[in-house]
């Protein structure tokens, strides 16, 4: 396990694409923490989305086959439900998990007991896990790769020994620990480090990887990613799910030699994040765009971003809204910064910025 000084060291050796990506993600974190003015009840409505998005994407990584809907059917009546399938039960602890993960992470503080209660409750409705909830591994449990048909195909990666594990992991969470007290690290690279440390000590018998998403959800709530209950970093893993199990397998394999190497790891890490930052970022603006127009005015809006650039009374005439309000619109947009302006006069034109 590397220790602090050693991996701040090697923070030197990152790529410029690196450090670049984590200035992307934190301009943007501050602009929806200064520029946030969506509603609650939009708030509420995206929570909801995410927290089924996120519970059908994740199980589903590890092998589940329920689709988005039937998730969310099944959430919507879980309490009338009598027999559930190992699908269900998984993905009702995930759901039910990472609700609590957004509602109270404010409360919760960063520990092996907590990491242990955390996978505990992940677990709880899984029949077959009842002996082995929040209990580090007995036996080993190497990561295996299957093909479409469930079929056992090879090694992915070989995992700590579970007789190491107790010290691999008190080390690890010690680590990171320290590492956001003192906060010489950025945020987003100890948060990283430890899921890629994670993943490699594979501390529990099974969960491990769905644990790690919810892992990195509290990450970034603790580090005050705030928009992370608000857009499903575990569909951006899921849509991305060999480029997550390459980036993982290239970063463990140098463990244990005189050249550990994390930034493969590291890019597709922050460049999940980037992407949830930047979609949250548009949702941010789209609502705020929204909540800025009358009806006939979102009209326009949406006429102007599905052309390349027009004219006011091209608008008018292809949105049946009055020339006024079209102008009324154009202003609008021109004050918040969605549209630029073309020309000058008669051949004034307009595009979306």
Do not use: C
């Not at 493969?264 to 460049?271: E, I, R």
């Amino acid at each position: 396990m590397r220790d602090i000084s050693n991996f701040e060291a090697r923070l030197t050796d990152l790529s410029g694409e690196i450090w670049s990506k984590i200035a992307k993600i934190d301009e943007i974190k501050g602009r929806w923490r200064g520029g946030l003015r969506l509603s609650p009840h939009v708030l509420i409505r995206l929570k909801k989305s995410v927290l089924v998005t996120s519970s059908g994407a994740s199980t589903r990584i590890e092998g589940s086959k329920l689709s988005d809907l039937e998730v969310e059917t099944f959430i919507q009546d879980v309490r009338q439900r009598k027999w559930e399938s190992r699908d269900e039960q998984e993905v009702r602890g995930y759901y039910e998990l990472l609700n609590n993960v957004f509602d109270a992470w404010q409360t919760l503080s960063f520990s092996e007991s907590f990491i242990k209660h955390f996978h505990k409750e992940l677990l709880k409705y899984v029949e077959k896990d009842e002996r082995h909830r929040g209990e580090y591994k007995k036996v080993e449990n190497s990561v295996m790769l299957f093909d479409a048909d469930g079929k056992e195909i090879g090694v992915v990666f070989e995992t700590v020994p579970a007789y190491l594990t107790p010290k691999k992991m008190q080390e690890l969470v010690g680590f990171t620990s320290t590492a956001l007290e003192e906060k010489k690290i950025h945020p987003l690279l100890i948060a990283g480090n430890f899921i890629v440390e994670f993943l490699r000590i594979h501390p529990f018998q099974d969960g491990n990887g769905r644990l790690s998403r919810v892992l990195t959800n509290f990450l970034l709530l603790k580090s005050e990613y705030a928009y992370a209950p608000y857009v499903s970093h575990e569909k951006l893993i899921e849509d991305n799910k060999e480029n997550y199990y390459i980036a993982l397998r290239r970063s463990q394999k140098s463990f244990g030699t005189e050249q550990e190497d994390i930034s493969a790891w590291l890019d597709f890490f922050l460049t999940m994040i980037l992407m949830q930052s930047e979609i949250a970022l548009e949702l941010m603006e789209s609502e705020q765009v929204e909540s800025l127009l009358s009806p006939k005015q979102l009209i326009v809006w949406k006429y102007i971003q599905s052309v390349a650039e027009a004219v006011p009374s091209e608008i008018a005439k292809e949105t049946g809204v009055a020339r006024p309000t079209v102008n009324q619109a154009l202003t609008r947009l021109l004050e918040v910064e969605r549209i630029e302006k073309l020309g000058a006069g008669r051949g004034t034109r307009y595009r979306k910025l």
